[in-house]
């Protein structure tokens, strides 16, 4: 909520000029990043593993592909692989040996070896809340004039919020299976201050046409997962507005000196089709 | 430090006690000193016997008070382009002598060439002290033709912004929320209108106007690094006069006349921007426009009683739709009585109201809306005993009492239907200060003005008291408890001395000049933007958040040149050391937030620097060259290893010209011109690409590690005078044209860092992108009609 209106404020007020400018940046050493996620579904997990590069290099973060990668619930380790299929487009991403799921109530803690450093993190698994149920209601505005033509559908969503504790989600809408969001710099998360019980017809992303199908996936996240992804928005929404707060670099809960964030989640998804 | 204490103490009441002996047999000459057109107070005007070579200068109210041995003397009353009165007083009984002096030249078209020049800058004890009359901000070319006291403000050594467009302003490497900004006594919690582009004073009812840079007397705390004085006009108890003006964004409208000749007048100014039409186009439905009214009643009971009256009440409005926007605003209220106990006791009793507010409402409709709004409101009461002691002492006793009240947030959002309130608790605060100060002339060569100040704040019930463990330095702090307090109770008490001293000495024509201030400041301003806004926040110092500290050390030469004075000189150096200054922990979040005083950490601050100024006050060619070379760090745990780092306002080079030459009798060019420094800001070094975005990362995880490019910009304008030579017209009228920035030099308001395209697909590449946003980006023409009648 927050963001939205600060993104609203940042809009020029008078005739201003937005340009690029090459700024002379210190060049550096570059830094483990890890990505995982541990979730509650049976699968092959994933981690992902990269170095960062300077701000204005050539060329894609770079993949590592010489880690030694594992999870353990504090019982049972499961131990990951480079890229088994192999996929020149799943270099750097590392797969459970076997499949699991993760339960709620464990923490889990990742394990990554890259050229004899040693990084390591932890992160709870939360429940999370059922999806009741989607609808699709025809949007007025898009209707009328639509940005797409046939694209006026818009996706709600029901839900009941424990208001008990103190909940995280991260939510993932996804249309024909394709990840859909308003602005490319999107993530949609939320803590449960401004979510009633009754979650009743949420708007999501994008518009859809007759026969599209649409999809929801709910993710529970930690705390520590809540602020990464808050750190990460900040990032991504920078406008230089009077409301922005200088960058900061998003907090991680990788120890060892690697950033990124290693994720524990449980996920409920829900489909629905848009149809007459 | 208890014993040090003792001793300034114990030799201020030696000094007292001394000069009180020696007030033995003398007579008093006091009274009030007006300007004859519109009987106005002349602060500052000067009363100077011949035969002594002594004299004195008239208080804020203009009341002046001077105790001699009995004769007969020549006075001089004499102020910068009047007149000077000559008046032969024998002296044998106390007498009441009030003056009006009258203008050098009524008329508004002639050159004024001042018969004789004063040399207050050199003689007074005060250093480090600005002084703009109204007369020089008008001949200033101003953005949008439009006249400012706080944009002029900025034109003078020592003084800066962070950037175009922001909020507020910076004086010797201080913070915006250091500098105390008084109307007419009443604390303005928000200077801006329109995102800072103007100030709230209308330069229609702003009669004086002082800033005080260093050597802050002791009547004047609760700020670490300025203290902004601003008076409104009495009103003319003369006659009625309109003036007002019409220009780009604003019009203005004033009025003011006697109600009771020479016995009460008033004062009434409006102003109404109308950019929210101009903008029309680029904005649709969004609205954003301003207006104010300030105004002031008052009236004279008899000769020792006087009692004024005034408010100030502005607003800013920025909306997007007919229900969504955003709002904020100062109100202000003062009453004050002056009563003369006799003729070398002089007081004022003031009683102030302060309030400044924003809100927001986004939503659109009563199912899905959220509200939020933010306050802080002020009560004050100031007494003031203002004694002339005798010719070589005047001494200022007072006291001060602040009651707050802070609402920080009080927001609820309703979700289909359904409302969450998440609104925080007010906070409760006492700031009150006893003060004793005193000017003493030791002889020709030396003045010393020397005072101390006792401030003490409670921040008290009702409201939650939070106990936070520290976690590693620079990190959010953890909550550990919360424990309620119900009644007004004292949460945390604290107390310090403050004690201030100026020293004058004088060297043949100039003068050196020393002053040591020490301030507390309990009250913070919470800013964790760019650039100052009107939501940052205002808060009190709690069991968590400790009062700043500071302590500055000034010293100076001053010297005029040429016949009349017509140079002034000066330079300054300056060193401030301050303690606990606010910082913010990584990833503050000072939005309604409750644990607030968990992300507030603090830091050592130091600032130090020179300041030049060359002023040419005389001849058809004026104006000033004032050039600052500063430096402003901060030292905080946690932060940037813990070593000294720049403030965000660090400005090395400051250099500011201005300029008139007047052209012919009705043409007058000006023009100034500003080079800043470009601030620091905190940039990132790399990117990294994960979850499908790429982000922008600061390897060496520095706070303010790179400058902005420079702000500079040259500004002209014209004033022409309609009508022809030697007719005098009805009203006095005057036209300015203007062209701000006029090379249209893209002068930054920030540089922000985004990811350049959409979501990354596996494998492409994706940059991050510096930006760099500049409010003006163009050169800005206008046009403005003043006028007087």
Known sequence: MKRYIIAILAMAVLASCEETVQLDLKETEPVVIIDGLVSDQFKNQYVKVSRSVDFYAEGTSKAITNATVSVTDGTTTYNYIHNPTPDPENDGLYFSEVRFAGEVGKTYELTVQVDGATYTAEDSLYPVTAIDSLTFIINDDEFEEPEREGYYYEMLFYAHEPQETEDFYLFKFYRNDTLVLDSPTDIYFSNDDLLAEEINGIPTASFYKMGDTGTVEMYSISNAGFIYYNDLINLLQSDGGMFGSPPVNPRTNVKGGALGFFQASSVVSETIKVEE | ?789
């Not at chain 2, 006791?345 to 809306?369: C, M, P, R, T, W």
């Not at chain 2, 400790?546 to 302590?551: A, R, S």
């Not at chain 2, 000034?554 to 200054?581: H, P």
Request: without cysteine; hydrophobic residues 35%; proline residues 4%.
């Open chain 2, 1 to 789: 430090m208890n014993s040090g204490r003792q001793l300034i103490l114990f030799s201020l009441l030696s000094i007292f006690s001394v000069t009180i002996l020696s007030a033995q047999e003398k007579i008093t000459l006091s009274g009030y000193i007006k300007n004859e057109a519109d009987g106005e107070a002349m602060i500052g005007a000067t009363v100077f016997v011949e035969e002594l070579s002594t004299g004195t200068s008239a208080n804020i109210y203009g009341f002046y008070s001077i105790t001699l041995p009995p004769g007969t003397y020549t006075i001089q009353y004499r102020y910068v382009s009047f007149s000077t009165q000559v008046k032969t007083v024998e002296l044998t009984e106390g007498q009441r002598l009030d003056i009006e002096l009258v203008t050098e030249s009524k008329q508004l078209d002639e050159i004024v060439v001042t018969s004789e020049a004063l040399d207050a800058n050199v003689s007074d004890v005060e250093m480090s002290v600005e002084k703009l009359d109204i007369k020089t901000i008008e001949k200033i070319p101003a953005f949008l033709g439009e006249v400012d006291v706080l944009k002029s403000i900025q034109l003078l050594p020592g003084v800066s912004s962070v950037g175009e467009g922001s909020s507020g302003f910076n004086v010797r490497g201080g913070s915006v929320g250091q500098n105390l900004v008084l109307l007419d006594d009443a604390p303005v919690y928000n200077s801006s209108h329109l995102f800072g582009f103007f100030s709230v004073f209308n330069p229609d009812a702003v009669k004086d106007i002082k800033l005080i840079k260093g050597g802050i007397p002791a009547n004047y705390g609760g700020r670490l690094s300025s203290i902004l004085d601003v008076r409104m006009k009495e009103g003319n108890s003369k006659e009625r006069s309109i003036s007002g003006g019409i220009g780009t964004v604003f019009s203005r409208l004033a009025v003011q006349g006697p109600l009771k000749k020479d016995k009460s007048s008033f004062f009434v100014a409006v102003r109404r921007s109308y950019i929210d039409i101009l903008a029309k186009p680029f904005t649709n439905d969004a609205t954003l426009f301003f207006y104010d009214l300030t105004t002031k009643v008052n009236y004279d009971f008899n000769d020792n009683n006087k009692l004024y009256l005034s408010g100030y009440f502005g607003r800013d409005v920025f909306r997007f739709d007919e229900r969504q926007g955003f709002d904020w605003g100062n109100v202000t209220g003062t009453l004050r009585w002056n009563h003369l106990f006799n003729d070398r006791l002089f007081s004022n009793f003031a009683f102030i109201v302060s309030s400044f507010d924003y809100g927001f409402s986004f939503g659109e409709n009563d199912l899905d809306k959220f509200d939020w709004n933010s306050r802080i409101v002020t009560y004050t009461f100031k007494p003031y005993f203002n004694y002339f002691l005798n010719t070589n002492n005047e001494l200022l006793i007072g006291g001060e009492a602040t009651y707050y009240k802070f609402r920080p947030a009080e927001a609820v959002g309703v979700s289909d239907g359904q409302v969450s309130d998440i609104s925080l608790d007010n906070k409760f605060a006492l700031e009150s200060a006893v003060y004793v100060d005193n000017t003493q002339k030791l002889s020709d060569k030396i003045t010393l003005r020397y005072g101390l100040r006792f401030s003490t704040f409670q921040y008290m019930g009702p409201g939650n008291v939070y106990e936070f463990q520290p976690t590693s330095p620079g990190e959010r702090k953890e909550l550990i408890a919360a424990n309620q307090v119900n009644g007004r109770e004292s949460i945390k008490t604290y107390y310090n001395l403050e004690p201030r001293a100026s020293l004058r000495y004088k060297i043949g024509n100039g003068s050196v000049k020393a002053s040591y201030t020490r301030t507390a400041q309990y009250i913070h301003l919470v800013s964790n933007t760019a650039a100052p806004t009107p939501i940052d926040l205002w808060t009190p110092s709690t069991n968590n958040v400790e009062p700043q500290l500071g302590d500055q050390y000034a010293l100076g030469y001053f010297r005029n040149f040429g016949g009349g004075n017509s140079f002034e000189t000066s330079i300054e150096g300056y060193y401030r050391d301050n303690k606990k200054q606010v910082e913010y922990v990584r990833g503050a979040d000072i939005f309604i937030n409750e644990y607030l005083e968990g992300d507030l950490i603090n830091g050592d601050g130091r600032a130090y620097g020179v300041e030049f100024s060359i002023k040419k006050n005389v001849g058809n060619l004026n104006g000033w060259i004032s050039y600052t070379l500063g430096r402003s760090e901060l030292k905080t745990d946690g932060i940037n290893n813990n070593e000294w780092y720049p403030t965000r306002y660090d400005q090395t080079h400051n250099l500011k010209l201005f300029g008139e030459y007047q052209i012919t009798k009705r043409t007058s060019l000006s023009a100034n011109f500003t080079y800043i420094t470009g601030a620091p800001i905190t940039a990132p070094t790399s990117r990294f690409t994960i979850q499908g975005v790429t982000i922008p990362y600061d390897y060496f995880n520095q706070r303010n590690n790179l400058r902005i490019p420079a702000t500079h910009r040259l500004d002209i304008g014209l004033k022409w005078l309609p009508g022809k030579p030697g007719k005098e017209r009805r009203v006095n009228d005057y036209f300015v044209f203007s062209v701000y920035n006029i090379y249209g030099n893209k002068n930054p308001f920030s540089i922000f860092f985004s990811q350049d395209q959409g979501r990354v697909i596996m494998g492409d590449q994706v940059n991050t992108l510096a930006n760099q946003f500049s409010i003006i980006g163009a050169p800005v023409p206008a046009i403005s009609y003043n006028f007087v009648f």
